[in-house]
Structure formats: structure tokens, C-alpha cells
């Protein structure tokens, strides 16, 4: 909504372009994107320029789902927006049971909650009754993990078994983490992820025991 809009969203669609063409790009829609409190406007808006605001993909046998966390967090101006996408998750999630999936992987914005399933609700966590429902139905489904950002510093924990992970950011810090991003290993049988910082990546890379990991799956 403000009158550079146009031109940052150019900047950043020219530096992706030097991404190397091996590395497919995955968007996921948070509040800069389609606002605190979406509309059917800015949704659209979003996937025009970005493609969906929630689709799932498989790769070598894991499953991961992307959701528009904006529609857990305030969906007052579009709630036919929110329903439609609780209809696809579900469907999803059924897909997911019916095909034995390795693992299932989920990527939202917003954290279901920081550091502890039960604390109290804040600008940077889903409310507490959308979060309840949400971490059961992923429990029940066999999620094993859920990225996040939006709290543009790391935190984390877990509910039963489900992973939050939540990464800091690559640009603008709030915390006392620097800038960086995380590197995530998915193997049959487990999911690791290390926070890097970006001189870290530049002087040394990533850590062996991933560089190890990830031979092993070739």
C-alpha cells in the first residue's frame, strides 16, 4: 500500500533472477505481502505477482504444504477466503494419510506460537483457539514440522511431537541474531536444520555434518 510497492517488488524480482537455475524458488505470503488483515484485493494482488497464497508440492517423497497464515491471524474481510483454504487443507491432509507420505512439512508466515504451545497471544503467534486447533490437526495428521518467520529472530519448540521452528531474518533484525538464514537437511528418517549467518556462509559454508548428510542422500 505504499508508493514504492511497484518498485520493490522489481528489485526483488531482478535479484532472484541470479539465482542459480537448479534452485526452484517457493513463495510464501506473510503480512508485507497481503497485509495484517487481508483482503481479497491484496490476495489477489499477491498472486499475481507471486503465484499462490497456499499449495502443497511433493519432493522424493515428502509432502509440503504452504498456507496464507493471514487468514488464521485476522480473515474478518475475507472469510470465504479462510473457509476455502481449511476445505483445501483438509483435503490435503487426506491426500497426505492415503499416499504414506515420508514426512510432511509445513511453511506459514506466522508462527503457531514462539517458544511454548500455550502462551499467551501476540502480535507475532496465531490466537490461542485457531492455534489449539490447528497444532491438533497437524498432530493427528503426522506433521513432523512447521517453518516459520515473521518474528525476524530464531525461537522455537515443540507439541507433541510437532516441530515449530521459527527462522530469524535475512534482512532487518530485531533481535540479537545476525543476519542469515536456515539450511534444512530432510532425510527418510529425520529433519535437521541449522540457523547460518551469512558470514559464516561466505567464510566457511555450510556446516559438515549437513554437507555429510546430504551426500549421503545422492
Not at 493471514?70 to 483445501?88: G, H, I, T
Not at 503426522?142 to 529472530?153: E, Q
Not at 559464516?200 to 549437513?210: A, K, N, P, T, Y
Request: proline share 2%.
Amino acid at each position: 500500500g505504499t508508493q514504492w510497492r511497484k518498485d520493490q517488488e522489481q528489485d526483488l524480482k531482478n535479484v532472484l533472477k541470479n539465482t542459480d537455475q537448479d534452485i526452484p524458488l517457493v513463495f510464501v505470503s506473510g503480512n508485507h505481502d497481503v497485509g495484517n488483515t487481508p483482503t481479497k484485493e491484496t490476495i489477489d494482488n499477491y498472486c499475481k505477482n507471486w503465484g499462490d497464497d497456499y499449495f502443497s508440492f511433493w519432493v522424493g517423497g515428502v509432502f509440503f504444504l504452504v498456507l496464507n497464515s493471514q487468514l488464521y491471524f485476522d480473515s474478518s474481510k475475507c472469510p470465504e477466503l479462510k473457509q476455502a483454504q481449511d476445505v483445501w487443507l483438509n483435503e490435503q491432509l487426506a491426500v497426505a494419510e492415503k499416499h504414506k507420505c515420508k514426512h510432511i512439512i509445513v511453511f506459514q508466515h506466522i508462527p503457531l506460537f514462539l517458544r511454548k504451545p500455550d502462551e499467551d497471544h501476540d502480535y507475532f503467534n496465531l490466537e490461542k483457539s485457531v492455534r489449539r486447533e490447528i497444532m491438533e490437526k497437524f498432530h493427528k495428521a503426522g506433521i513432523k514440522a512447521v517453518f516459520s518467520g515473521h518474528y525476524h529472530r530464531n525461537a522455537g519448540g515443540s507439541y507433541r511431537g510437532l516441530e515449530m521452528v521459527v527462522s530469524s531474518a535475512i534482512g532487518c533484525q530485531l533481535g540479537e541474531d545476525t543476519h542469515g538464514l536456515r539450511v534444512v537437511v530432510v532425510t527418510d528418517e529425520k529433519i535437521v536444520h541449522r540457523y547460518h549467518s551469512l558470514n559464516e556462509l561466505s567464510s566457511q559454508g555450510i556446516e559438515r555434518e549437513l554437507l555429510d548428510m546430504l551426500a549421503k542422500q545422492k
